[in-house]
C-alpha cells in the first residue's frame, strides 16, 4: 500500500501564492505516476498536474504557467507551488498515486480557498 498525506493548504487572497505538499510512504516504489487534483463544491474532481517516474510533468490548461509541481525523492514527497491564485482555484486539493491502471491511492485532501 501507499499511503498519502497533504499538507499546505489556507486561506490566500486573490493573487498571492501557496505551496502545496504530499508526502508518500509505504511502498513508494511501486508508485508509476503522481499528480494533484482538485474538487471544487458542486464540481467533478479535475486533474490539475502529473508527473509520470522518469518523465514530464503535464498541467490542466486552467493551470498552465501558474502552477509548478516538483519533486523530493529523498523525501519521498511531491510539491504544487501555485501562484497568481484565482478565486476558481478554490477547491479541495488530493494527492493521487498510480501504482497500475486499476490502482490508485488517494490522500486525504487539503483546502484551498482564494478569497476575491
Known amino acids: 500500500q501507499v499511503q498519502l498525506v497533504e499538507s499546505g493548504g489556507g486561506l490566500v487572497q486573490a493573487g498571492g501564492s501557496l505551496r502545496l505538499s504530499c508526502a508518500a510512504s509505504?511502498?513508494?516504489?511501486?508508485?508509476?505516476?503522481i499528480g494533484w487534483y482538485r474538487q471544487a463544491p458542486g464540481k467533478q474532481r479535475e486533474l490539475v498536474a502529473t508527473i509520470i517516474t522518469g518523465g514530464s510533468t503535464n498541467y490542466a490548461d486552467s493551470v498552465q504557467g501558474r502552477f509548478t509541481m516538483s519533486t523530493d525523492n529523498a523525501k519521498n514527497t511531491v510539491y504544487l507551488q501555485m501562484n497568481s491564485l484565482k478565486p476558481e482555484d478554490t477547491a479541495v486539493y488530493y494527492c493521487?498515486?498510480?501504482?497500475?491502471?486499476?490502482?490508485?491511492?488517494w490522500g486525504q485532501g487539503t483546502h484551498v480557498t482564494v478569497s476575491s
Open positions: 493521487n498515486a498510480e501504482v497500475s491502471s486499476v490502482l490508485r491511492y
Open positions: 509505504g511502498r513508494t516504489f511501486s508508485i508509476k505516476s
